[in-house]
């Protein structure tokens, strides 16, 4: 064995260490954040003015737990490890009922006794964020996603500004988003990769400034991390402007990627104007090149994106075939949606 090999091997094994010891300290600080919060609730209840309470004895608290033992015990965070004690408190509540206590109303002494937390996979930054989701169904989604996908409190910030909930959501029935709380971001076949709008605040676009579509794509892959992570689960990207040739005649392939969970290539075409049938055909020329001549056998259908500014969804529906599993359309967008422009995108569908 060299000497390279097992200087790696030995790094390799630290740094798991490290990075078991960090997600150990978090998860005992945010345990004992949540029994702190448990407390702290009990107490209140004990009460009779409640807001006299928050006043009072948090300040008290606060001064004793700072002296003892430093920083992280203000007024502000006692506050939020009660309302955290709250939000977390039991899966086993009704949403209905979780939602309620999360306001401030009156906690039963016997779900304080019973209440027993979730596990705790993040670290407490993560949790002051998604504690002030208010659907129970969208925070667990978040917290799953950010689990999984390690995401770090920035990215789990920039998700949820972005919508990604509820994007998913616009084209799921109501079994299917249930699932998106207990599961997550599950992907088993092409349309569960899609998402209309694409979000791509990053690259630095104004929504109305004139730029060409090599410019976007330009943009895109200078920010190919942060696109890889819009595009979502199992993507790495393979090439920019792949040119393909048939009898002699060139054609490029703004960007390919490939989807390692469901194992198949993913190509995108970028359209900076409003979606016309003929790029749907062109696309369709790109997915049948690539299924005939450069898919292996054990690989699944390529799928086709157009990444367009605007569409008419009816012409996608006319310009496809009724059974296509292939081909997409999807809207993007250089800005953040406000929430009223998503509260109307799930209006329309």
Same mark, same amino acid.
């Given at each position: 064995?060299?000497?390279?090999?097992?200087?790696?091997?030995?790094?390799?094994?630290?740094?798991?260490? =490290?990075?078991? /010891?960090?997600?150990?300290?978090?998860?005992?600080?945010?345990? *004992?954040?949540?029994?702190?919060? $448990?407390?702290?609730?009990?107490?209140?209840?004990?009460?009779?003015?409640?807001?006299?309470?928050?006043?009072?004895?948090?300040?008290?608290?606060?001064?004793?737990?700072?002296?003892?033992?430093?920083?992280?015990?203000?007024?502000?965070?006692? #506050?939020?490890?009660?309302?955290?004690? $709250?939000?977390?408190?039991?899966? !086993?509540?009704?949403?209905?009922?979780?939602?309620?206590? *999360?306001?401030?109303?009156?906690?039963?002494?016997?779900?304080?006794?019973?209440?027993?937390?979730?596990?705790?996979?993040?670290?407490?930054?993560? +949790?002051?964020?998604?504690?002030?989701?208010?659907?129970?169904?969208? $925070?667990?989604?978040?917290?799953?996603?950010?689990? *999984?996908?390690?995401?770090?409190?920035?990215?789990?910030?920039?998700?949820?500004?972005?919508? &990604?909930?509820? =994007?998913?959501? %616009?084209?799921? @029935?109501?079994? !299917?988003?249930?699932? %998106?709380?207990?599961?997550?971001?599950?992907?088993?076949?092409?349309? @569960?990769?899609?998402?209309?709008?694409?979000? &791509?605040?990053?690259?630095? %676009?104004?929504?109305?400034? /004139? +730029?060409?579509?090599?410019?976007?794509?330009?943009?895109?892959?200078?920010? %190919?991390?942060?696109?890889?992570?819009?595009?979502?689960?199992?993507?790495?990207?393979? #090439?920019?402007?792949?040119?393909?040739?048939? @009898?002699?005649?060139?054609? +490029?392939?703004?960007?390919?990627?490939?989807?390692?969970?469901? =194992?198949?290539?993913?190509?995108?075409?970028?359209?900076?104007?409003?979606?016309?049938?003929? @790029?749907?055909?062109?696309?369709?020329?790109?997915?049948?090149? +690539?299924?005939?001549?450069?898919?292996?056998?054990?690989?699944?259908?390529?799928?086709?994106?157009?990444?367009?500014?605007?569409?008419?969804?009816?012409?996608?529906?006319?310009?496809?075939?009724?059974?296509?599993?292939?081909?997409?359309?999807?809207?993007?967008?250089?800005?953040?949606?406000?929430?009223?422009?998503?509260?109307?995108?799930?209006?329309?569908?």
């Amino acid at each position: 064995m060299n000497k390279s090999t097992l200087y790696e091997r030995i790094s390799e094994l630290l740094e798991q260490a =490290r990075t078991q /010891v960090v997600r150990s300290v978090n998860s005992t600080m945010v345990h *004992t954040y949540f029994e702190i919060g $448990r407390i702290i609730v009990e107490d209140e209840q004990q009460g009779n003015e409640r807001a006299e309470y928050g006043k009072e004895v948090l300040k008290e608290l606060s001064k004793q737990l700072t002296k003892q033992f430093g920083k992280g015990f203000s007024v502000e965070n006692l #506050d939020r490890m009660r309302f955290f004690f $709250r939000a977390y408190s039991s899966p !086993k509540i009704s949403s209905t009922v979780l939602t309620k206590l *999360t306001k401030g109303e009156s906690y039963p002494d016997s779900l304080i006794q019973q209440a027993q937390p979730t596990e705790f996979n993040l670290s407490w930054s993560h +949790y002051l964020k998604l504690m002030r989701i208010d659907d129970l169904n969208e $925070r667990q989604f978040y917290e799953i996603e950010a689990t *999984t996908n390690s995401w770090s409190v920035r990215e789990l910030q920039r998700q949820f500004d972005s919508g &990604l909930y509820q =994007r998913l959501t %616009l084209s799921r @029935d109501k079994k !299917k988003i249930k699932e %998106l709380s207990q599961k997550g971001h599950v992907i088993q076949k092409p349309q @569960d990769i899609i998402k209309d709008p694409y979000i &791509l605040e990053f690259i630095g %676009l104004p929504e109305q400034t /004139v +730029y060409t579509e090599k410019e976007l794509e330009t943009k895109l892959t200078d920010k %190919l991390e942060q696109f890889l992570l819009e595009l979502g689960k199992g993507f790495t990207f393979v #090439d920019r402007q792949k040119r393909i040739t048939i @009898d002699e005649k060139h054609f +490029y392939v703004d960007l390919v990627f490939y989807n390692r969970i469901l =194992r198949c290539f993913v190509l995108i075409d970028l359209k900076i104007g409003e979606l016309k049938h003929q @790029d749907l055909g062109q696309i369709q020329m790109y997915v049948n090149y +690539y299924d005939r001549f450069v898919k292996l056998k054990d690989e699944n259908p390529t799928i086709g994106i157009v990444l367009c500014r605007d569409k008419n969804d009816m012409l996608v529906e006319i310009t496809l075939p009724k059974d296509n599993q292939q081909i997409f359309a999807s809207k993007y967008k250089t800005v953040l949606p406000s929430k009223a422009e998503f509260k109307k995108l799930l209006k329309q569908n």
